[in-house]
């Protein structure tokens, strides 16, 4: 009864601060475009002489969609981030929080509610934007992913990830400096994932290494890489080769370990965020 | 009887700053206690220490038999912070409602209505919090205070915002609660409100009890004033058993009237925190 009391209270506010308004302008704006540039793309693929043993089809496809997965993580996280980020130190400070923990539901069921309410709302959002961008892929150009639902799901793993982490942000940092905090280690996975692409280009062990390192760190970033590794799974020979040294990169870090390893890692940040908070003065 | 409130050797350190140095002090179960002290006095602390928002360095605190903070404390207590908000776009009911939830309480629309009305916003009943004025809002604090209808109530600065009107509607709510039993702390810089409904008074001062009793006793007389013929002549130091003596000694003057000088809680206030306001 009080987790769902304080999930509902989480939705309402962020219904009223207008987080999802804003979300759904960008997604629809995101949609739009995405759907306009899969029309240019394949539209133009008759006129394109790929070298030998490039497939076009699902080289574009793939090409395409994993930008769609970028831009569905982006989208994501923002969501969940706005939806977490000023949970304790936030609310504490606008008085908001005080008259809550003192009733008889415990701070870890605050904490806790509040991740659900936002992993309630994340993960269905996730996935309502990644099929969409597959089913206009598949429309503008008959392509459509060798794995089609783990991706999504690995996607909403990563945002969910990311709201356990703007949580734990949210109990030591003031509402801006966790923002901040948490969009910097969003962009810090993504980075270290393009440098893992670069090093993987260039043969270096050292960028390699400190990509693996980066993505077991940042969890989010391994589920989103193998995410982008499933879309051309069976893709072989110089269509795999091209498609790994692409922007957006393949999957270094991957399989079932890393899965498992994200949600221990939810697991473990949400004890970290557990005893910040309970040891919190407010 | 378990203490509404028992408060042993409670200390609170912020890195170099100690908030309270040992503090003790009881609520008695129906007893309404007034705690005063200048700002950085350690009043808010000792109360949020109470409500479990603030864990101690040292001592403890009791609600109802409960350590302060666990769950059977919580369930004990009503708490209206000093600084408090609540969401905007509830309405007074939705906020009453939320904590109805929050606190497991089963009084329904009913135990809303009689609140809202017990603290005179019955009116306000589906208004925004968000267009309320600020004393209104300190008003439904109140009332939230009350969902669930605890055994122990913490009042941080209750009247801090209100009007005379909103003051005395808040005095009178607090003697109906006291006369259901209700146990009050009220932390207030309201000294004349606080002499005039609590049963007994602490001061606090730099994290320390300075003066703790009840009105009457901090009350010491000051002496004695005898106006006479001649002028208005005092008697400092003399209490109420010297005045028979003091007219005696008068013989042959023309006496027109006899006060006995007791100090008002502001007096024993100023005397206690020795000018202190911060």
Redesign the interface.
């Known amino acids: ?2 987790v769902l ?2 999930v509902r ?1 989480g939705l ?2 962020a219904v ?1 601060r207008r987080v999802f308004a804003v979300v759904i302008v960008l997604t629809a704006a995101f949609l739009g475009l995405y759907a306009l540039g899969n029309h240019y793309a394949f539209r133009d693929l008759a006129h394109v002489n790929p070298p030998a043993g490039i497939e076009p089809r699902p080289f574009v496809g793939a090409f395409i969609f994993g930008l769609a997965m970028f831009a569905t993580l982006f989208l994501g996280v923002v969501l969940a981030v706005f939806l977490t980020i000023g949970v304790v130190r936030g609310d504490a400070e ?3 929080l ?9 701070r870890s069921t605050v904490l806790l509610s509040r991740w659900l309410g936002a992993v309630a709302v994340c993960v269905p959002y996730v996935l309502a934007v990644y099929f969409a961008a597959m089913a206009i892929t598949d429309n503008a150009g008959h392509w459509v992913p060798d794995r089609i639902v783990t991706p999504g799901l690995e996607l909403a793993g990563g945002v969910a990830v990311v709201a356990a982490l703007s949580l734990l942000g949210s109990v030591f940092l003031a509402t801006t400096a966790n923002g901040i905090a948490i969009f910097m280690l969003f962009g810090a996975g993504l980075v270290a994932g393009l440098l893992g692409t670069i090093g993987h280009a260039i043969n270096s062990r050292a960028l390699s290494h400190a990509a693996r390192i980066a993505a077991w760190a940042l969890p989010f970033e391994a589920l989103y890489q193998d995410g982008l590794r499933l879309l051309t799974v069976r893709a072989t020979g110089l269509t795999r080769f091209v498609l790994q040294l692409g922007p957006f990169g393949g999957g270094y870090v991957h399989g079932a370990t890393v899965r498992l390893w994200a949600v221990a890692y939810v697991a473990i940040v949400g004890v970290v965020a557990l005893v910040g908070f309970a ?1 919190k ?2 | 009887m378990t203490s509404a409130l028992a408060v042993r050797g409670l200390a609170k350190r912020y890195g170099t700053v100690e908030a309270l140095r040992g503090v003790d002090l009881t609520v008695e179960p129906g007893e309404l206690v007034g705690l005063l002290g200048p700002n950085g006095a350690g009043k808010s602390t000792l109360v949020k220490i109470a409500v479990g928002l603030v864990r101690p360095s040292a001592g403890g605190a009791e609600v109802a038999g409960a350590p302060a903070g666990s769950l059977a404390a919580r369930r004990s207590l009503g708490y209206l912070a000093e600084l408090f908000r609540f969401p905007g776009w509830h309405s007074a009911d939705e906020v009453l409602l939320l904590h109805q939830r929050l606190s497991g309480s089963d009084g329904g629309e009913r135990e809303r209505a009689e609140l809202l009305d017990l603290v005179g916003l019955t009116d306000a009943r589906r208004r925004r919090v968000e267009d309320m004025s600020k004393g209104m809002q300190q008003r439904l604090g109140i009332a939230q205070a009350l969902v669930g209808s605890p055994r122990v109530l913490f009042l941080d600065e209750p009247t801090s915002a209100l009007d005379p009107v909103g003051r005395r509607v808040v005095r009178e709510l607090l003697e109906r609660l006291r006369g259901r039993g209700v146990s009050v702390l009220l932390n207030s810089h309201l000294l004349s409100e606080v002499e005039l409904v609590c049963d007994r008074v602490a001061i606090l001062l730099a994290g320390e009890v300075v003066a703790a009793g009840t009105p009457a006793e901090l009350a010491s007389t000051r002496g004695v004033e005898i106006e006479t013929a001649a002028g208005v002549r005092s008697f400092p130091g003399a209490t109420r058993d010297d005045v028979p003596r003091l007219v005696e000694e008068l013989v042959g003057e023309r006496i027109y009237g006899v006060r006995v000088l007791t100090s008002t809680l502001e007096e024993v206030y100023l005397e206690a925190v020795g000018g202190e306001t911060s």
């Open positions: 009864m009080s009391t304080v209270y309402q506010e009223r606008r008085g908001l005080q008259p809550l923990v003192v009733r008889p539901l415990g040891r003065d407010l």
